[in-house]
């Protein structure tokens, strides 16, 4: 997003914990601030003199040592982040939500006029950033404009740590995924999402939420389209959900509870696979014009990437 937003002609300001990678900001010219969404002072240096904030930051895990954490950075820090736009006199704030937060129905695609069960949020991640997301809409009657986004999952360059979806396009480079779940998801080229955040500054209605994605696949037919795009033969075998929860669960106790150490199979992960996170992007289409880029497109920059910096 730092990228696309210098390229509109933007001056960029961005936060970094002293000891995180910068690799996605080298030779972008944008200014970069140490801080932390934990430390007010350094909020409020940073936001300082700040038109418009995007809030993307958050911890993005499926597993923690200390679940506290996660809802002290995406809670928490979301709401000290957002007290102190509005104290620097910020015109707008997009908030980075997540496609997690929205409801789901049988038979349908999700929408953002839909609100999922407290039941239906499985694990931390997912309550935290719908605590977080609740605390972004509030601001809006204290007098500070937010839009709220809610990116589906993202594939594309730049996904350093990865996240889970660039984490199955890595395993797969790696030959490391024997089997495949029965489960779908909507993908979206991740250079549609940093463009639909800007739009969202530019066009979004404040108090209004924007499903910010495109396809939506199985992971079998994420996986074939990897199969072409590389030519590498991809995981035949189906894996049951059931059993793999099952074990996950021991895995969790075993390795999480007692040895404390990030399990090896993902429970949080398995939970949310169970029911396919199939929505629909067309009010963001419709209102902000975000582009849809084919996702056979995303997934082959996303293969170059891997290769290129010798993550794959």
């Given at each position: 997003?730092?990228?696309?937003?210098?390229?509109?002609?933007?001056?960029?300001r961005?936060?970094?914990?002293?000891?995180s990678s910068t690799l996605?900001?080298?030779?972008?010219?944008?200014?970069?601030?140490?801080?932390?969404?934990?430390?007010?002072?350094?909020?409020?240096?940073?936001l300082?003199g700040?038109?418009?904030?995007?809030?993307?930051?958050?911890l993005?895990?499926?597993?923690?040592r200390?679940?506290?954490?996660?809802?002290?950075?995406?809670?928490?820090?979301?709401?000290?982040?957002?007290?102190?736009?509005?104290?620097?006199?910020?015109?707008?704030?997009?908030?980075?939500?997540?496609?997690?937060?929205?409801g789901?129905?049988?038979?349908?695609?999700?929408?953002?006029e839909?609100?999922?069960?407290?039941?239906?949020?499985?694990?931390?991640?997912?309550?935290?950033?719908?605590?977080?997301?609740?605390e972004?809409?509030?601001?809006?009657?204290s007098?500070?404009?937010?839009?709220?986004?809610?990116?589906?999952?993202?594939?594309g360059?730049?996904?350093?740590?990865?996240?889970?979806?660039?984490?199955?396009i890595?395993?797969?480079?790696?030959r490391?995924?024997?089997?495949?779940?029965?489960?779908?998801?909507?993908?979206v080229d991740?250079?549609d999402?940093?463009?639909?955040?800007?739009?969202?500054?530019?066009?979004?209605?404040?108090?209004?939420?924007?499903?910010?994605?495109?396809?939506n696949?199985t992971l079998?037919?994420?996986?074939?389209l990897?199969?072409?795009?590389?030519?590498?033969?991809g995981p035949?075998?189906?894996?049951?959900?059931?059993?793999l929860?099952?074990?996950?669960?021991?895995?969790y106790?075993?390795?999480?509870?007692?040895?404390?150490?990030?399990?090896?199979?993902?429970?949080?992960?398995?939970?949310?696979?169970?029911k396919?996170?199939?929505?629909?992007s067309g009010?963001?289409?419709?209102?902000?014009?975000m582009?849809q880029?084919?996702?056979?497109?995303?997934?082959g920059?996303?293969?170059?990437?891997?290769?290129e910096?010798?993550?794959?």
């Open positions: 997003m730092a990228r696309s937003l210098t390229a509109k002609g933007y001056q960029v961005a936060l970094a914990r002293p000891r996605t900001l080298e030779n972008t010219g944008v200014e970069i601030v140490q801080g932390d969404l934990e430390n007010r002072e350094s909020l409020a240096r940073a300082k700040c038109q418009a904030v995007f809030h993307c930051a958050a993005y895990t499926f597993w923690s200390d679940p506290k954490e996660v809802y002290r950075v995406n809670v928490d820090g979301t709401k000290t982040l957002l007290q102190e736009a509005l104290a620097a006199g910020a015109e707008k704030v997009v908030y980075t939500s997540t496609v997690s937060t929205i789901l129905a049988k038979g349908a695609e999700g929408t953002e839909m609100q999922p069960a407290w039941k239906d949020l499985k694990g931390h991640y997912k309550r935290s950033k719908w605590l977080g997301e609740q972004a809409l509030k601001m809006n009657s007098g500070l404009p937010v839009v709220v986004v809610n990116p589906t999952a993202p594939v360059p730049w996904d350093v740590k990865p996240t889970p979806t660039g984490g199955i890595r395993d797969f480079l790696r490391r995924l024997p089997a495949y779940v029965n489960t779908g998801m909507n993908l991740v250079e999402v940093a463009i639909g955040h800007i739009l969202a500054m530019e066009r979004g209605r404040p108090g209004h939420r924007y499903i910010l994605g495109h396809q696949m079998k037919e994420m996986l074939d990897l199969a072409k795009i590389t030519g590498l033969k035949r075998f189906r894996a049951p959900l059931g059993p929860i099952g074990l996950s669960r021991l895995d106790w075993a390795e999480g509870k007692l040895l404390r150490r990030q399990p090896i199979l993902p429970l949080e992960g398995l939970l949310v696979a169970q396919p996170m199939y929505v629909s009010k963001a289409v419709r209102e902000l014009g582009p880029s084919p996702i056979e497109g995303a997934l920059k996303a293969v170059r990437w891997f290769k910096y010798g993550r794959a």
